[in-house]
T-cell receptor, first 115, second 114 residues
Framework: EAGVAQSPRYKIIEKRQSVAFWCNPI?????LYWYQQILGQGPKLLIQ????????DSQLPKDRFSAERLKGVDSTLKIQPAKLEDSAVYLC?????????????FGPGTRLTVL | AQKVTQAQTEISVVEKEDVTLDCVYE???????LFWYKQPPSGELVFLIR????DEQNEISGRYSWNFQKSTSSFNFTITASQVVDSAVYFC???????????WGAGTKLIIKP
């Protein structure tokens, strides 16, 4: 079974530039999550999708971050414009169920460095 | 408020030693779930175990074992006869039925020296 795919694996940009990350969840998984993991901290949930609808985006900085999941499969997370404090690893995860009770499968992450 | 505390920032042991990673949680929910995840240097988080609040039985899986004690709000993880491949950051997480959002600890970096 293929795992969660993410690209790119690494990205370096200058502040005020834009960046986009892509995630392809495990086939059949209805729920998709985007997390931000700052070095030395646990993951922080940015947004959760159930199929192509948003379940929770309470911690998403909506003035600069946006995410979409068209057709309920792949998802894109965008930052525009980026700030220095956005430097982090962005993790995508998926699960079968609509709640986090069931196991979340994580992708390898995208390491973003903002200079 | 819900919270997960992993007081050990970093632990270093020599291969074959036993090591215990501590996890203390806070929640007012009566139904909740506790998780352990492993994050190796590659960066991908790997699910290890899920335990619900009504099941206090300890669990053993090979060299891994988990001790869940509601009386002390702890869910500790022990690796027996550690190996270099166990080197990783280990995260404890909590999910309560009040909001169904995973609350993560800060992680414990485990270094196993050959």
């Amino acid at each position: 079974e293929a795992g969660v795919a993410q690209s790119p694996r690494y990205k370096i940009i200058e502040k005020r530039q834009s960046v986009a990350f892509w995630c392809n969840p495990i086939s059949g998984h209805a729920t998709l999550y985007w997390y931000q993991q700052i070095l030395g901290q646990g993951p922080k949930l940015l947004i959760q999708f159930q199929n192509n609808g948003v379940v929770d985006d309470s911690q998403l900085p909506k003035d600069r971050f946006s995410a979409e999941r068209l057709k309920g499969v792949d998802s894109t997370l965008k930052i525009q414009p980026a700030k220095l404090e956005d430097s982090a690893v962005y993790l995508c995860a998926s699960s079968e169920s609509g709640t986090s009770v069931w196991e979340q499968f994580f992708g390898p992450g995208t390491r973003l460095t903002v200079l | 408020a819900q919270k997960v505390t992993q007081a050990q920032t970093e632990i270093s042991v020599v291969e074959k030693e036993d090591v215990t990673l501590d996890c203390v949680y806070e929640t007012r929910d009566t139904t909740y779930y506790l998780f352990w995840y492993k994050q190796p240097p590659s960066g991908e988080l790997v699910f290890l175990i899920r335990r619900n609040s009504f099941d206090e039985q300890n669990e053993i899986s090979g060299r891994y074992s988990w001790n869940f004690q509601k009386s002390t709000s702890s869910f500790n993880f022990t690796i027996t006869a550690s190996q270099v491949v166990d080197s990783a950051v280990y995260f404890c997480a909590l999910l309560g039925d009040s909001n169904y959002q995973l609350i993560w600890g800060a992680g414990t970096k485990l270094i196993i020296k050959p």
